[in-house]
């Protein structure tokens, strides 16, 4: 069994490899080009900021359902200890064990591969367990400091929030840029928005896990068309789940990390942003949201900052 | 046995328990207003980017002098995983256990305490083994976007490092501002560059943790006559150490956090924007500092990002 | 508020405080004399080795109930990696997180407290994040080797499994015990059969978890009366759950381990031996059931076995 | 570049591989009879209980020579908590991440492989990230209750301990078991001893490790003669380290777990038992040795009794 043509014919037509060289690992993270950050800073208007990270807790968006995929587990291992000596100044410190994918995260390149692939036509294989990702492992992401824009396919189709089965198209893309008046474009980072995080902010984990609305197997085309550096939403899969075409499971996984080699987020918080940039009309924004960089990891959370 | 006269005389001088309300969790960084963000992205000339984070890996700084402060332990949870079956997209993921203050971090106020006291007056009591710190934790702190000032010691001294036993004076803040020909205000993050990472980063960490230069127990006062939000350095133990007074342990912990209520970071690697700096003859740019908002933690790991 | 009077009453009937001098750490477990495990190596007739530990997996007991009691989070950290060169011989290791009390476990007797004292009337605050319990961690008991004596209340009661509001009482071990032809004595670890772990094994976590049958706060004086050293069962709650007696919650906890100074162990599997003891109409048996020795810790995997 | 010719012959003369059939997993643990568990039950004499695992603590004996084998960090999750409200009974919880194979541990056959092969001719690719090993973890063990055998290797040459150079032979084999007086046989648990842990008992974690005695790559052969159930010793490396041949690295684990199929225990604290032996001056007992069965595991903790 193997992929389906249908799934070849859109890779064909997205795909990156090459395209920066073949020692490249970092794919369209490359657009984010000095000229591009400069302007990003430039849209700074009001000087707020807003947080797009769930926090990290144990009662995280991870219901189970992923194997190894675990929650925060925070611990502490010094309370109060005086450290040297009775009345001396007193230290606390803590631990965590979690799953680099559990939380508000950006997948690496190296966290999908198909046919044995990953990025830039490497073998699979150099992804191992000593050592994790030899390659495009998220360590080797340069800072995601650039333009960020916001397409509010909820609010630009009347909804608090997507239901399950809907597949976010390139025709509602177009929808959402011309509602938020902004044209995407080279090393812009877009955060698509569902609303769906609404259900696991409400408790239920499993009905945000599943169904889902996420990004439809055809948008890695307008991303690709836009030269997009990276994309993130506010669900679980990123992409719609379950998936559009039958058997054809994580197709945008396979088409943006592996043919393209663009980055992807998931569980990103965008209420508040959303209710922001609605209040100000404004979609563009600079963006702080530079991966913890594990090395060899295939993935890691993220603390992402809108600046308006 | 209690803290001596000398750290009771400082402390009066930077406190601000009550500053902004008895019911404050965030101290200094109130002073990060909208209208510093404005100014702090308007410092961008040339949009380079520089990640100050060291990778986060089991070679990491921590020695195992400080009990419980483990590097991460990153391990592969999921290998090109065909998790839909034979010939479908495969999935790699990964899993890490860390101590929170073992890599480039920031101090919670509630890192420290002393007399039974945390930042703002709380009793210390509220730092529980369930659910860590229920106030001041790292997950109250708002985004820590601002400008940030580089204030290099070690360059300004003509030095590649200082020596292992050279405390930071508020005359090397002095001496480091004029050399930068910038003026610390107001919701800036100082960053103050020793070159005591180098040591590490030639792979001793022995040496690296002890002796190490580090701020003086007299450098608070001058970081509240600034009204800065928060200062980061590029040593383990943040300041001097051994310290400056006998028996007198970790005072610049207890005056920055409980008493100020300012933030502390560590092990930040600031060689590369040094020398960037130093070349642009500029040591003002936008500085993305958000550290990972782990639920009652009292620190947490950061990627920092300085945007020039 | 505090514990009500009927709680101390039967405190005050089994309390064991002083009873093996001020510094005793191990309460009841003083009582497997060489004599007893003399006695419990004579009891083997078949040779025939019955292991009573669930799996340690990620799909363990824990529903996420209990914050923070974690299944294990088993990874690889190296797989066939052949260290000392290409061709030469591969090694695998791994890793894991869990929580102490997470599976087939022993509760050490610092696992409770009431009225800010645990066993041997030690403060409860000896108990600290920084090395754990200092007195009376699963680290201080000595071998649990002894007699093993199953008291299979469910098959005396003729049925698989007793239903989630069937308090085991006195007068049920004393039935058990007789349909076994066994008299309990010193220095025994009596293992209590509910049958409830068939609803885990059968798929239910949540069910397995609340309610379920267990042991009446009655039966903490049956044990004292017959001086055993420890008892383990097949519950998460090892008591009944909810309680009894309203509002009193977790009473066998606080008189088992805090007054009387008796480890318990919870999630043991006993199906098989059922079937074997019945099968060979014998239920006593030698018992090897020692908890991984962790330093501070207030319970401890154990992985028993049963020899027939 | 693969192994040497005499390691394959070496490995011819020990393997078992079809020997219990194509599809068992568990090697030389057949061996273990319900007659020999009889056997091993009768040798109790005294009564006497002695544990030979180390503490399971931050400060064991990893050093950080080997990737990943990290130290049990143990941390608190709950302190005394009232969870059922103020005044009701308090719960102390704690949670633990660690290598598998940091402390006294036993490899499972799974541990080592070469050649692309596992014990009984399986692929080496039956380890995975996602589950551990198919084939073979240390989940499949049984009981690990048998006759144990103290082969006191140290104390037969006279000496404390073995110098670090010294490699124990077939004959050293032979000499201390006739200073035992016992022979070993089928389905024995044989435990040498060279003295090497006093190294770490003493406080030096890297003299420890290496230079190392340990076991002979030709004793392989004089336990596959014997019959022997599994191995354990006093050492981190479990074979002489440095090896005897130059390039020929991990021989013995290779032709014990990969050939023969025989299980290997390191890091046991055999000084007490070595006393106890001594005086008594007998060397068989019962060796109560079941290892955490961890799902999908290449090996486990263990907290071994001998009952004498």
């Known amino acids: 069994m193997s992929l389906p043509p249908e799934f070849h014919a859109l890779a064909k037509r997205v795909n ?14 490359n657009l984010i080009t000095a000229a591009v950050v400069r302007e990003a800073a430039a849209t700074v208007r009001t000087g707020r900021r807003i947080p797009l990270a769930l926090p990290l807790q144990q009662d995280g968006v991870q219901s189970g359902l992923i194997p190894g995929r675990v929650n925060p587990l925070h611990t502490m291992v010094q309370i109060n200890q005086e450290i040297f000596g009775p009345g001396t100044v007193a230290i606390s410190d803590d631990a965590v064990t979690m799953g680099l994918q559990a939380a508000t995260h950006w997948d690496a390149l190296t966290h999908a591969s198909h046919g044995g692939r990953i990025y830039n036509g ?5 992804v191992t367990a000593h050592g994790g990702a030899q390659f495009s492992s998220i360590a080797t992401a340069p800072p995601l400091v650039s333009r960020g824009v916001l397409l509010d396919v909820a609010r630009t189709h009347g909804v608090e929030r997507l239901p399950g089965d809907h597949a976010v198209t390139p025709e509602d893309l177009d929808a959402a840029e011309e509602f938020a008046g902004v044209r995407v474009g080279p090393g812009d980072i877009v955060l698509v928005r569902t609303g769906q995080i609404q259900v696991y902010l409400a408790g239920d984990k499993n009905a945000y896990a599943y169904p ?9 085309e307008w991303f690709h068309a836009r030269d997009v550096a990276a994309v993130a939403d506010d669900t679980l899969t990123f992409e719609i789940f379950p998936p559009e075409i039958e058997d054809l499971w994580m197709p945008v996984h396979a088409l943006d990390l592996v043919e393209m080699g663009m980055l992807q987020g998931q569980n990103w918080n965008l209420e508040t942003l959303s209710t922001a940039c609605a209040q100000d009309k404004r979609y563009a924004f600079l963006l702080c949201a530079m991966p913890e960089p594990f090395a060899g990891a295939t993935g890691a959370p993220v603390a992402p900052v809108a600046v308006l």
Request: aromatic share 8%.
């Open 122 to 126: 490497r073998p699979a294989g150099t």
């Open 212 to 220: 889902s609305p996420g990004l439809s197997v055809r948008t890695p």
């Open 16 to 29: 990156n490899w090459g395209r920066w060289g073949a020692d490249d690992e970092i794919g369209t993270l």
